[in-house]
């Protein structure tokens, strides 16, 4: 089993930061997909970054040259920075790991945290 805790997020001004944390409860073994999405009012859940076990990563266009994901194995932790925020970047962000080695059970997320960007 696999749990997944956000923290990090909260209320920034147009053009701040913040950084996104998602603690994962132990090692993840053999290949995965850790990924961001995010969750606007009356609009459907995105992908804003993933990351794989192969160390490949993907962007949504909207956050590409803004937003990073990155992991650090030794805090099994992974990260979202985001930089030059947008009132649109407004939303609730999960944390989601996949593990593709697994037929099932291999889908977990976190309970979201919320980010608002204001003007």
């Known amino acids: 089993q696999v749990q997944l805790v956000e923290s990090g997020g909260g209320l920034v001004q147009v053009g701040g930061s913040l950084r996104l944390s998602c603690a994962v409860s132990r090692n993840i073994f053999g290949a995965y997909i850790m990924g961001w999405y995010r969750q606007a009012p009356e609009k459907q859940r995105e992908l804003v970054a993933s990351?794989?076990?192969?160390?490949?990563?993907i962007y949504a266009n909207s956050v590409k040259g803004r937003f990073s994901i990155s992991r650090d194995n030794a805090k099994n932790t992974v990260y979202l920075q985001m930089n030059s925020l947008k009132p649109e970047d407004t939303a609730v962000y999960y944390c989601n790991v996949r593990l593709l080695i697994a037929t099932s059970n291999n889908d977990f997320w976190g309970q979201g945290t919320q980010v608002t960007v204001s003007s």
């Open positions: 990351l794989t076990s192969a160390g490949v990563t």
